[in-house]
Every structure is written in C-alpha cells, then in structure tokens.
C-alpha cells in the first residue's frame, strides 16, 4: 500500500511566487529580500487573532476565509470609477487626496496641490526604475 499526499494549493504562496517571478527582474535584491522576510513571517504568524491586543477589536477571520485573488491591473477599476469617483470625494479633500484602489496608487483620481515642502508622491514601482 502506497500513502500519498495531496498538496492543497495555497493561494498566498502561489500568488506570492508570481509576484516574486515578475518583479525580481526589475527591483533591487534587497527589495525581494524584504518581501521574501516579509512573506515568511506572514506564513509563520498568519492571520491576527482577536486575542492579541492591537486586534481584539478587529476580527480579520473573514477576510482569511475568502478565496484570494490578487488583482492584476487596478486600470480596469479606475476607467470605471473615473466618472463616478468625484461621488466619494469630499471638498475638504480637494487638494490633498490619494487614491488607491486594489493597493495601485492612480494620480489621476488623486489631487496633490499643497503638499509640504519636501513630500514626494509616487508610484513605487516607477520609483524604483
């Protein structure tokens, strides 16, 4: 009799190691470093609980629950929010705003009039290059 195991996809590492094969090429070594420390911690600790005191009143259960897909492109978000997204702006915000959305920073719904001296916003990719 042969024991064989099966191995249950996990969506976090696969969606970290095309994360990783995509942008390795194009970022500094000390930057995949990071990230790779970074994912191996979030694999060794997971999830917050409610038991540990910067969470107990942030149940996150939910969101470790559901099916993760990581976005692609958030261009097809923001051609599709651009003539609705004025709907979510406030006037107090109609010269300091930044908008992301799926985590991708977009200057064009953003508005960046009167930042401090010495403040630079970015893209961090296009930083990077």
């Known amino acids: 009799m042969t024991v064989e195991l099966i191995k249950i996809p996990d969506p ?13 090429q194009t970022e500094p070594s000390w930057l995949t470093q990071s990230r790779e420390a970074a994912f191996e911690y979030f694999k060794r600790s997971g999830f ?13 259960s939910p ?9 692609s492109d958030a261009t097809v978000v923001a ?3 651009n003539g609705n997204a004025k709907a979510f702006f406030y006037d107090e915000t109609r010269d300091s705003r930044l908008v992301f ?14 930042l401090p001296n010495g403040v630079v916003i970015g893209d961090f990719a ?4």
């Open 12 to 24: 976090y590492t696969d969606a970290f190691r095309r994360l990783l094969a995509k942008s390795s």
């Open 48 to 60: 917050p609980t409610v038991r540990e005191e910067d969470w107990k009143y942030t149940n996150v």
């Open 126 to 129: 296009e930083v990077m290059r």
């Open 101 to 114: 959305l799926n985590g991708v920073f977009h200057q064009n719904l953003s508005a960046m009039n009167n």
């Open 63 to 71: 969101i470790a629950r559901t099916r993760f897909t990581p976005t």
């Open 79 to 81: 051609d599709s929010l």
